[in-house]
Structures are given as structure tokens and as C-alpha cells.
């Protein structure tokens, strides 16, 4: 609407006689004029409300924007670093002080060349070593070496961008603590041999297989072989008992004698059945280690097959007996007719050596001397095949009881365990719609039970049979 001007009339040119119609004129301009002017007045003041509405919501929107942006900066898992040009720090996050293990007053004066060595230390002109090609590209992230305010150095990866602040070049830099993540690299890489290993143990395995079952039947037949010697040398005692009463074969007789005497006959006659019977038990012990290894070393496969979980378990035990011999008596008590369960094998035979390592670490860690005892049971129960292993090692606390079966919890030493071993069993007997509890006293010992359905399966799945003999 266009302002509307009007003039003023000065008392002096207003005649002294005025009509009536020239009055009322002049009223009627200035109420026109007069209402022009309170319209104009009146949309000012709506494109001033409307302005200042804008300008309020811009004001909370940049409010809300500087919040949301404090928050993220406050809370986010990696650390964040604001430094300017020369690589003085201005601002950290409290995630970045965790990593660096900083204090508020450590960060006064801090440069970030003081925990993220990214110059190359010849150039004394920091300003352009930490961010310009070739040391360091802006946007791409680069692994380094962080050094903590303590002095301890880990891997970092560090992503660094340029933006502008007040007229002025600064740096916005993410940094995360790799230390988790090349642990667990290692534990993979270490994983992945072990996998090979066992792969080649496997083969071993079955090579070793074939001769040992030479060398046993080789030896029952000299054990049978030898009962019949036994029955030639009685006979060649009587014989000889018969010649000394012929004076003419006295010399051949003596000559036996002084022969028998030499090869210490009575010596060859005890030790060589007992050399015998302990070479049979140990080809039997290497052929049962064999087909053990076998067993458990089996591929593994996403099929689920019928398994003997008694002999399961024995073969579990029989590999992992280098673990528990010098740390406890085991005692297994199967049930017998025990039914088959429909399970994964190898990831089952992996819960069951868990367990019986956790029941070994808990007897070690008992303050007193000589071998603690595990206990292997299986039982059924109605559509459910249980397996127990206990031991009497020290127990689990009560403060921790709730927290065993989670990621990466352990109460052993650094480089003792990984918190990963109860966490496998969980998730597979879950994996299998089992139940894995425990019942505990803490410096009596611990009881784990895997509860088994016979067949978890959906109806219709195809069943696939273990030849026990493969």
C-alpha cells in the first residue's frame, strides 16, 4: 500500500467565514487521511510481527541446531579434536579425553602434534604438514600411532576436514582407538590358523589311522603268536627234563642250557607278554585319540544330524585331556539308551570343550593343593536330552552372575581370555532352542546344564545319520 501524504493546514489560511459544505469537507480529508494512516500502521506492524516470528523460529531453530550439535559432540563414541592452523587445540569432545586419558587442565596448551604425531618432525613449520599432501590427505582416514597423556601409545584411525570459523581456517578431527579392533583382528587371524591346524590335524588324523591299526593287529597276532611259543617251550622243558637222563645227549643238553641262560629265557618269558599288553593299550589309546580327533575336527556343517551326545562327549574329553589331566579327575556318568538329538555337531562338540576348559580354569583358580574332580553327566527328560558338567573349583560371585554369558566379559587376567568362550555356548544352545543355566556356590563350584531338545527342528526337515565308524 502506498504511504499517503497530507498536508498540513495552517490556521491562519482558514477563512474566517466558512461555509458549512467547505467544513465538512475538510473533516471528511482528514478522516480519510487519518484512516489511510492507521491501515498503513497496521501492516507495519503485521510485517513486524511476521519478521519477528521468522527471526524467533530462525533463533530457536539455530538454538535447537547448536543443542543437537553440542549433544552429538558431548555423547559421540569417537573422539573429536578442534584445532586451528599452527595444530593448537581448542576444543575436545569427552570421548577424545577418555582416548587420551586428558584432564581439562592437560588440554590448556595442547597441541595436537602432542598425541596425534602428524608431522613428519623435520618441518618446524607445523601449519601445513598435518593436513596438506603427501603426509595427510583432508577427508580420507589414516591409521597412526596416539600417544595417551600417560605416555602409552595405541592405534588410531584419524579423519581430519577444513572448515571456516570467524574469518579463519580451523580443523575438525575425528580419532578412534583401534586397540579393540586390531585384538580382534588378531584373535581372527589367530582363529583362522588354528582352523587350518585343525584341518591338518584332521588329515593327520585320519593318515595316522591306517598304520595304527597295522601296528594293533600286527601285535595281537604276535600276542597270539607268542601264547603258542609259550606252549614249544614248555614242551622243549620236558624234552630237555627227559635228555639229562641220556648220558650221550648230556653235551647238546648243556648246550641248551648255557644258550637259555645267556637269552635270560625266564626274563624274555615274563616281560615279553607285558611289552605286549602295553603296546596294545597304547595303539588302542592313539586309535581312540584318532577317531576322536576325527570326530571333533569333523567339518562343520549348517545340516542338522542325529548325534550320540555320550560319545560326543567322549570324544570331547579324550582331545582335551592335555587340559584337565594335571588339574582334575574327570568322572562321566551317561545314561545309557540315551536317544539321539538333532544338533549341529561341530558347534555342539564346540560348547561341550568350553565348558570343560571354564571347569578347568575354575579348579585352577582354587587356593589348595591337589586335583579338583569335573563331572560329565547326560540324563533325559521327557522331549529333552540334559547335559551337567560340574566342577568344584571356586565358584561364581554373585556380584557377576548376571553377566557371564555377555560379550567380552571375563574375570581373568589381560591375555588369559577373551570373554568370548561362555558367550559361544549361549548363543548356540540358543541358536538350537535349548537352555543353558547354571547352578553355583561360590567356593564350592559350578554346575552347567545344556538343556536339548530332541529334535528343535521344524516338521518335515530332512534327517541326516552319523555313521559313528566314518
Known amino acids: 500500500m502506498s504511504e499517503v501524504v497530507t498536508e498540513r493546514v495552517d490556521p491562519e489560511d482558514i477563512p474566517t467565514t466558512i461555509s458549512r459544505e467547505t467544513l465538512e469537507r475538510f473533516f471528511r480529508r482528514e478522516r480519510s487521511a487519518r484512516k489511510q494512516a492507521e491501515q498503513l500502521l497496521e501492516e507495519k506492524s503485521r510485517q513486524l510481527y511476521r519478521t519477528n516470528q521468522d527471526l524467533l523460529k530462525s533463533t530457536q531453530a539455530l538454538a535447537d541446531e547448536v543443542q543437537r550439535s553440542k549433544v552429538i559432540f558431548e555423547t559421540a563414541a569417537e573422539g573429536i579434536i578442534l584445532f586451528d592452523q599452527l595444530g593448537h587445540i581448542e576444543l575436545v569432545n569427552p570421548a577424545a579425553k577418555r582416548i587420551f586419558e586428558l584432564t581439562d587442565d592437560d588440554c590448556v596448551n595442547l597441541n595436537i602434534n602432542d598425541i596425534l604425531p602428524l608431522t613428519d618432525g623435520q618441518n618446524s613449520d607445523s601449519s601445513i604438514c598435518f593436513y596438506t599432501e603427501p603426509l595427510f590427505l583432508m577427508g580420507d582416514d589414516h591409521e597412526i600411532v596416539g600417544r595417551k597423556k600417560t605416555g602409552g601409545e595405541f592405534p588410531a584411525e584419524f579423519v581430519v576436514a577444513e572448515f ?33 591346524v585343525g584341518q591338518l590335524a584332521a588329515g593327520v588324523a585320519h593318515e595316522i589311522n591306517t598304520p595304527i591299526q597295522f601296528v594293533s593287529e600286527n601285535t595281537r597276532f604276535l600276542k597270539t603268536s607268542f601264547q603258542s611259543l609259550l606252549e614249544i617251550f614248555s614242551s622243549t622243558n620236558q624234552l630237555l627234563e627227559k635228555c639229562e637222563e641220556i648220558a650221550d645227549l648230556n653235551p647238546w643238553v648243556s648246550q641248551v642250557h648255557e644258550a637259555i641262560e645267556r637269552a635270560d629265557l625266564s626274563f624274555l618269558l615274563s616281560e615279553i607278554p607285558l611289552s605286549i599288553d602295553q603296546t596294545l593299550e597304547g595303539t588302542n589309546t592313539v586309535a581312540r585319540i584318532v577317531r576322536a580327533l576325527n570326530v571333533f575336527s569333523h567339518p562343520g556343517t549348517t545340516e542338522f544330524q542325529k548325534v550320540d551326545l555320550n560319545s560326543e562327549l567322549e570324544s570331547t574329553l579324550t582331545v582335551s585331556k592335555n587340559e584337565w589331566k594335571y588339574v582334575a579327575e574327570v568322572e562321566t556318568d551317561f545314561a545309557p539308551n540315551l536317544p539321539r538329538v538333532m544338533c549341529l555337531p561341530g558347534e555342539m562338540n564346540q560348547v561341550f570343550l568350553n565348558l570343560i576348559i571354564n571347569a578347568v580354569h575354575a579348579i585352577q583358580g582354587r587356593k589348595s593343593d591337589g586335583l579338583g574332580k569335573i563331572t560329565v553327566r547326560t540324563r533325559r527328560e521327557s522331549d529333552r536330552v540334559i547335559v551337567d558338567i560340574s566342577d568344584n573349583g571356586t565358584g561364581i560371585p554373585e556380584a557377576i552372575r548376571g553377566r557371564i554369558f555377555d560379550p567380552f566379559f571375563t574375570t581373568k587376567g589381560v591375555g588369559k581370555g577373551t570373554g568370548q568362550g561362555l558367550t559361544i555356548c549361549y548363543n548356540v544352545v540358543e541358536s538350537h532352542r535349548g537352555k543353558l543355566t547354571f547352578d553355583t556356590i561360590e567356593g564350592e563350584g559350578t554346575t552347567f546344564h545344556v538343556e536339548l531338545l530332541l529334535d528343535p527342528r521344524p516338521k518335515g526337515t530332512a534327517v541326516t545319520e552319523i555313521n559313528e565308524e566314518a
Open 164 to 196: 571456516s570459523h570467524n574469518g579463519r581456517v580451523a580443523y575438525s578431527g575425528v580419532v578412534r582407538d583401534l586397540t579393540r579392533r586390531k585384538f580382534l583382528e588378531s584373535r581372527l587371524a589367530q582363529a583362522e590358523r588354528l582352523e587350518s
